[in-house]
Antibody
Framework: EVQLLESGGGLVQPGGSLRLSCVAS????????MNWVRQAPGKGLEWVSV????????FYADSVKGRFTISRDDSKNTLYLQMNSLTAEDTAVYYC????????????WGQGTLVTVSA | DIQLTQSPSSLSASVGDRVTITCRAS??????LNWYQHRPGTAPNLLIY???TLQKGVPSRFSGSGSGTDFTLTINNLQPEDFATYYC?????????FGPGTTVDIK
């Protein structure tokens, strides 16, 4: 059974940084693209970033480009999202999502971790 | 970026009803259109990928159709656990984008 467990969320001040982690199990992690998707309070889903199985292909949403960095450690079956220069607009539940044959098919999701950016 | 619109934004239905949700894209998607179900406080769940392929474990009362820029999610014989928000999403190109969602609630 695929399991994805996010951690690292919390309360951070505007301009601050946070690193999210997502530990995966139940599948061959290194073979799959992985994504971060977020949902701000009362809003819809917003894709944030994707990293290929090899780590060689990475894309970001314009809203986070230059501030967020996605990475992975296949030896630890773990996906990361380093978030810098956070603003109130980054307040959201952040989900990691396993890609399918097409990286953008979000086959499995974690339960999410809440990031709150507030003074 | 590819924009997705959904209609209706919300609907009320009864158990046993047939529900249809539409999604329109700002450009052709070559059938790279997915549907997700999202209940509050839970993880979103992939229902349909590449327009019409049912994800493993998803009940057959869910179906998808469409092509080009116009797509449809149909739920037959609506069940109590189907009351949720449904999102379409394009996986044709980055940035991957979602529709604004359609909330299905109990009439």
């Amino acid at each position: 059974e695929v399991q994805l467990l996010e951690s690292g969320g919390g309360l951070v001040q505007p301009g601050g940084s946070l690193r999210l982690s997502c530990v995966a199990s139940g599948f061959t992690f290194r073979n799959h693209g992985m994504n971060w998707v977020r949902q701000a309070p009362g809003k819809g889903l917003e894709w944030v970033s994707v990293i290929s199985g090899s780590g060689g292909i990475i894309f970001y949403a314009d809203s986070v480009k230059g501030r967020f960095t996605i990475s992975r450690d296949d030896s630890k079956n773990t996906l990361y999202l380093q978030m810098n220069s956070l603003t109130a607009e980054d307040t959201a539940v952040y989900y990691c999502a396993k890609g399918g044959e097409n990286y953008g098919d979000f086959e499995s999701w974690g339960q999410g971790t809440l990031v709150t950016v507030s003074a | 970026d590819i924009q997705l619109t959904q209609s209706p934004s919300s609907l009320s239905a009864s158990v046993g009803d047939r529900v249809t949700i539409t999604c329109r894209a700002s450009r052709t998607l070559a059938n790279y259109l997915n549907w997700y179900q999202h209940r509050p406080g839970t993880a979103p769940n992939l229902l349909i990928y590449t327009t019409s392929t049912l994800q493993k474990g998803v009940p057959s009362r869910f179906s998808g159709s469409g092509s080009g820029t116009d797509f449809t999610l149909t739920i037959n014989n609506l069940q109590p656990e189907d009351f949720a928000t449904y999102y379409c999403q394009q996986s044709y190109t980055t940035p991957y984008t979602f529709g604004p969602g359609t909330t299905v609630d109990i009439k």
